[in-house]
Structure formats: structure tokens, C-alpha cells
């Protein structure tokens, strides 16, 4: 608080406070004569709009401030208060066009009196606006539209991607574990939402959506699997179906590959060239592999989800007899485009 507000003394009547109150609120004035078509506006006011102050203008020149697209219903709002049987009272938000382009939303209030004819119409004789600088609020309410568009969006899409497990799930798999093979997929889906909100505008980096869907497989230790790779900020439409895909590897390594032993490892790497990402998944010390007769969720995961969700090439190599690449692992999932690639800063 400055000096000269700090030193206010209190009064019980806050009226002779009134031109400071409509300074600190940043309120501008107007005065209208409606005989002379006239307003003049004070600074604020002036300011604004982009005009002169303290100087009576033709009312036509402040209403050529306002935006094209709502001069419209300004002027049916202002026409029906003016009417017969109209009210005395106005309240208009509205844009108005600046020098430098960039549009100002003006809350404009407006109170008129009127008088009555020889004839018993009433006519206009004198008005009093007070505006008030919106646009701070109006870019925020654009943004919460926005962000409910985008939830609404988001949603929608998560799920489809359920509805889908569910589906897949149920046509892979016995009936009897139905449950825990949809539970633990749909918490895979949970750590994503997780990384999502956690992080905000921050957002998720490939490193840690792999940290996330790993996490649970590690036992507490990191000793088993390893990670590396340089720092690869997602796009939102690649969170799903990479996070699905690195459950599945982990799911698949700790029920037939190198976690379910005491010996094996798992090595998670990716790399970023002519900007595209490719990411590796390798198995070392796991059991013997023999290719599946047929495709399961894991399979369809990795490749038809993965590559119809980010238009990527995905190469599975089952090597028999324990190879250095074991059971159901993408050796590469390179995407042709990058539509869920931020290239790193």
C-alpha cells in the first residue's frame, strides 16, 4: 500500500471517497447529451477507447470504436433501452478495435434519464456510462472454455481406449482372469493420468512415462532393468498407447521373459534422429522363446494400436532358444511421423 493511501482516514460516510473508489477500480466515465448526440469521456474512458478526452464528440464516433461482430447487439441493446417502453438501464460487454489489432473487451454500464413530451413519449435527455477494462477476464473465461473443450476431448478418448481394452481382453486370455488382466491394464491407463496431472504444463517426458509404467515390475530395485536415452517431451496423443505398450513389455518379461528368473534384465532405450524417436526394448538371460501361433492383446497393443495411434513402424523379433531378444518385444517402434514428439529444448 503507498504512502498516500496508507494515510486515508476512516470516515463513516464514504461518499467524498467516490473519485478516488472509481480511479482505484479503474473505472472510466462518460457523459452523454442526448439533445446534441454528444459524449465525453474522461482519461480512462478515452483511453479505453482509443479517443480524446474531455472533448464532446458525436456519439457515432465512440460506437465506430466498437468491434464489427458485436456492433450489432450493441445497438439492438442500446435501441431497445431507447424504446418507448424500454428500460433506463444497460449493460454491455463488447470488444473494441485497437491500433495495434489486438482486441480489448470493455464491460459498459450505462444509465439514462429521460424526460417526458407535449406528447407523453419519453425521450432521452442525459446519460452517464461507466466501463471497465474486462479483458483479463474474458481471456480467462476463453481458457476455461478451452480447457473443458479439451477435458471433454480427452475423455472421450480414454474411453474409447477402455472400451477397447475391455473388448480385447475379453477375446484374448481365459475367461477366469479377465478381471486381473483388465484391472492391471486399466491402472497402467491410471499411472498415465497420473503423469498428466502431476506434471501440468511441465509435461511428460518420455523418461518418466517409462519410470511410471516400470516402477511397478522393478521389485524395488533397479538392478533388473535399465533405462536411457535422451530427454523426449510427449505429446499428449502418444501417452496412452506408449504407456500401454511399455505394460505389456513389462507384463510379458515378468510372466515368460528375463523378470520372470532371477537372472535376467531388461534394457530400455531410445533415441532421437532426423526427428524421429526410436525406442528399444531388449531382453537378456530370459527363458526360451517360441513365436506365438496367434495374436493376443500384448501383440495387438504393440503393433496395431501403437502404430494406427502414431503412425509408427513396429518390428516384434521373437529369437528361439533364448537369444539376446526374447518373448513378444518391439525391436523398434520408429514413427514415420511425430505427431506425439516434442522435439527437446
Same mark, same amino acid.
Given at each position: 500500500m503507498s504512502a498516500s493511501m496508507s494515510s486515508l482516514p476512516f470516515v463513516a460516510d464514504p461518499t467524498p471517497l467516490l473519485p478516488l473508489g472509481v480511479r482505484v477500480a479503474g473505472l472510466g466515465l462518460g457523459s452523454i447529451d442526448y439533445h446534441a =448526440? !454528444?459524449?465525453?469521456?474522461?482519461? @480512462?474512458? $478515452?483511453?479505453?477507447?482509443?479517443? !480524446?478526452a474531455m472533448t464532446a464528440m458525436p456519439r457515432t464516433d465512440l460506437h465506430a470504436c466498437i468491434h464489427p461482430d458485436d456492433r450489432p447487439d450493441v445497438d439492438a441493446c442500446i435501441a431497445a433501452m431507447l424504446a418507448v417502453d424500454g428500460a433506463d438501464f444497460v449493460d454491455l460487454v463488447h470488444r473494441v478495435e485497437t491500433t495495434d489489432g489486438t482486441p480489448r473487451w470493455l464491460s459498459a454500464r450505462k444509465q439514462v434519464t429521460f424526460e417526458t413530451g407535449d406528447d #407523453?413519449? +419519453? @425521450?432521452?435527455?442525459? #446519460?452517464?456510462? $461507466?466501463?471497465?477494462?474486462? !479483458?483479463?477476464?474474458?481471456? $480467462?473465461? +476463453?481458457?476455461?472454455? =478451452?480447457?473443458?473443450r479439451e477435458m471433454n476431448h480427452r475423455l472421450k478418448n480414454l474411453l474409447t481406449v477402455v472400451q477397447s481394452i475391455a473388448r480385447m481382453t475379453a477375446r484374448t486370455g481365459e475367461p477366469d482372469d479377465f478381471i486381473a488382466r483388465f484391472d492391471a491394464r486399466i491402472r497402467a491407463l491410471a499411472h498415465n493420468q497420473d503423469l498428466l496431472v502431476t506434471r501440468g504444463e511441465a509435461g511428460v517426458t518420455l523418461e518418466a512415462l517409462v519410470c511410471e509404467q516400470l516402477h511397478p515390475f522393478t521389485g524395488g530395485t533397479t538392478a533388473r532393468i535399465s533405462i536411457g536415452g535422451p530427454d523426449v517431451p510427449l505429446r499428449f496423443n502418444a501417452i496412452q498407447p506408449i504407456g500401454l505398450a511399455l505394460h505389456e513389455l513389462a507384463t510379458n518379461a515378468m510372466k515368460y521373459g528375463a523378470l520372470s528368473n532371477a537372472a535376467g534384465h531388461v534394457a530400455v532405450t531410445w533415441r532421437v534422429a532426423d526427428d524421429a524417436l526410436t525406442l528399444s526394448c531388449v531382453e537378456t538371460g530370459g527363458l526360451a522363446v517360441v513365436p506365438p501361433d496367434r495374436r493376443g492383446f500384448g501383440s495387438t497393443v504393440l503393433q496395431s494400436m501403437t502404430e494406427a495411434a502414431l503412425c509408427a513402424d513396429v518390428a516384434l523379433d521373437h529369437r528361439a532358444g533364448g537369444g539376446p531378444l526374447d518373448h513378444g518385444l518391439p525391436v523398434c517402434a520408429h514413427r514415420r511421423k511425430q505427431p506425439g514428439l516434442t522435439p527437446a529444448r
Open positions: =448526440d !454528444t459524449i465525453t469521456l474522461d482519461a @480512462r474512458a $478515452a483511453q479505453l477507447f482509443g479517443l !480524446t #407523453g413519449q +419519453r @425521450r432521452p435527455v442525459s #446519460g452517464l456510462v $461507466a466501463i471497465m477494462d474486462v !479483458t483479463a477476464h474474458k481471456v $480467462a473465461e +476463453r481458457q476455461v472454455q =478451452d480447457l473443458m
